[in-house]
Structures are given as C-alpha cells and as structure tokens.
C-alpha cells in the first residue's frame, strides 16, 4: 500500500519506516526539515522523501490529499483544527486508514486501574493532553457517522536510545541519574509510589504497523502503545543504583519540600504532571486485537536508553 508517515525522522518513525518498507509498502516521509532518524537503515533508502512544515503550509492537509495514499500515519499532529483539516481533506481520496498519535496525556488522573483506552471521559490535565482527546473525540464521531477510516494510537513515555527520557523523578533533567552515578543521595517525591510507563519507540512502531496490518479490527478504536508495565519512582531509583553499581541511598520529601530541593520551578511541574496521571495500563485489547507484543520490557528499555546517555557522555562516570 502506498502510505504517507507525517514526522518520519522522529521516535516514532526512526522505527515505523523500515517497518513498513520492508513490509512491502511504499512509503512517503514527510518531514518538517533535513533531520536524520535515530537509527540508520538501509530500508530509508527506498523512502520519497517530501519536506513539508505543517505549520507554514497553508494547504498542508490538501496537499499530503494529493498525494494520493491509501493509509496516512500522522505523529505530529496536536491541534484538533489540523485533525479537522486533515478528515476534510482525506475524506474525498481513497484513504483508507488515517492513524492518529495521541499521548498517555490524554487519559488525565487514573481512577480505576488499569487505564481504559476507550474511555470517552478522559479528563486530560493540560492542553496538549486536551487537544489530542479532542481529536480522539472527533475521529471516533467521524467513524461512527460517516465511517471516516480512523484509528487513534496513544503511546506511553517514549524511551530508547538516542532521546532524552523521563528520569526517577519523573521529568527530562539528567541529574538524578548522574547523582546515582556518583553514589549520591537521591531525593523522591512524597514516598516514592507514583509510577512511570516507559515503552521502546519500536514497540510505539510496531503498535502502528499491526494497526496497520490489521485494518478492520484497528478502525473505530483506540489502542494504548505500551509496553504492558509500570515502576514506580522509587523502584526506578532502587533499579538506577543497582545498574550503576551502587548502594541504594534513596530519601523522600513532601511535595513543596522536595521542590525547593529540586529548586526548578519548571522541572517541578514537569514532575507534576507525569505523577499526577500515575497509573497502569494493560495491553490486553492489543494483544487480542492486533497481536501486539511488545519486544522490551519498561526496564529494559530504560537500561538501553541509560545506556545511551553513558556511551554518548551525557553521563560521567
């Protein structure tokens, strides 16, 4: 089939690509610039590549129309007025399969784990959060009035190697693994208990790609791409300080003490709202449905991307 990934060099398409062309496909990457995937493979070779910045063409949506693909797996989009565009758009073609990525953000607090995919009573805690659910609303609406082929993919935190991961105190700086590193102390929030939900890009990928595959039974839903576990920040800690070698030393503060600890207040709030929506998800409805098995564990997928950091010298040892 002739399918159009819109964000093809990032975490998710540095994997779907190869996926798909070497599953036969015919694949156009759309890309805003000249940036390189994370991993080479010779399958890009094989890839129409097309630079094309949604946010400076007019008639973005018209033109990937125009190009006439029968699947349309779109990474970037976070805007419910893109995703209107976009159905408007394909809705004239012979598209037969829209993929939309839409985020763990979407599912806002858990209340009753696991967390359900299909639940149309998310309530998002930001605004990225609240534009994908829109777009999940919107497509699924689509589907069941006008049989608009779409299908709505939420990925986990993606992690691998290459990119920057959600660290033990649950936001992007790279300090918690070095103290860890260097046999520190390392403080958590509250005790310790709010969970993090890691998944390879190639598992994300892959989620994509059954979907894919496995057409009828992907229309109309909404799927979690996980990796099927959770840790929780104190055992992501205790599991740092065995990889590094080191004897745990982990602490805990109440919320506005370890703040001031943190003593950033953007880095504070980025934790905020990872915690907040700490849950579990099960994968149950992808096995079944796709025959999605991920091929890495939430800590062997930590562990490469840890790794990363250290052969690229982001962390000293």
């Known amino acids: 089939m002739k399918v159009v990934v819109i964000g093809a060099s990032g975490h998710i398409g540095t994997y779907l690509v190869p996926m798909l062309i070497n599953g036969g496909h015919e694949v156009t990457s759309i890309t805003r610039g000249i940036a390189k995937p994370y991993e080479d493979d010779a399958a890009w070779e094989k890839v129409n590549a097309v630079q094309m910045d949604r946010t400076k063409e007019l008639d973005f949506a018209v033109k990937i129309a125009e190009m006439k693909p029968e699947v349309v797996v779109d990474l970037i989009n976070f805007d419910i007025k893109d995703t ?26 858990a209340e009753v784990m696991p967390f359900k995919p299909d639940d149309e ?6 605004e990225y959060g609240k534009q994908k659910f829109k777009s999940e609303l919107y497509l699924k609406e689509r589907y069941r009035r006008e049989g608009f ?14 990119w920057t991961i959600m660290n033990p105190w649950a936001n992007k700086t790279v300090l918690p693994f070095q103290k860890i590193a260097d046999g520190e102390e390392l403080l958590l929030p509250n005790f310790g208990m709010e969970t993090l939900h890691h998944v390879h890009g190639y598992d994300v990928a892959q989620c994509f790609f059954k979907a894919i595959e496995h057409r ?14 959770s840790i929780t920040l104190y055992g992501y800690a205790k599991l740092m300080y065995e990889f590094f070698g080191k004897e745990p030393r982990i602490g805990f503060l109440p919320w506005k003490e370890w703040c001031d600890y943190v003593g950033d207040p953007k880095e504070c709030e980025d934790t905020y709202f990872h915690i907040a929506r700490s849950g579990f998800y099960s994968i149950d409805k992808e096995e079944k449905l796709l025959d999605y098995h991920p091929k890495f564990t939430n800590t062997e997928t930590i562990k490469i991307a840890v790794q990363s950091y250290i052969d690229r010298g982001v962390i000293k040892i």
């Open 121 to 126: 009573k998310k309530e998002p805690l930001d």
């Open 149 to 162: 082929p779409a299908t709505i993919i939420m990925p986990g935190q993606i992690s691998g190697p290459g």
């Open 84 to 109: 209107d565009a976009m159905v408007m758009a394909l809705k004239k073609t012979q598209c037969r399969h829209y993929l939309f990525c839409s985020s763990c953000w979407a599912h806002g607090r």
């Open 216 to 229: 009828k039974q992907a229309l109309g839903e909404t799927f979690d791409a996980v990796s099927g576990g």
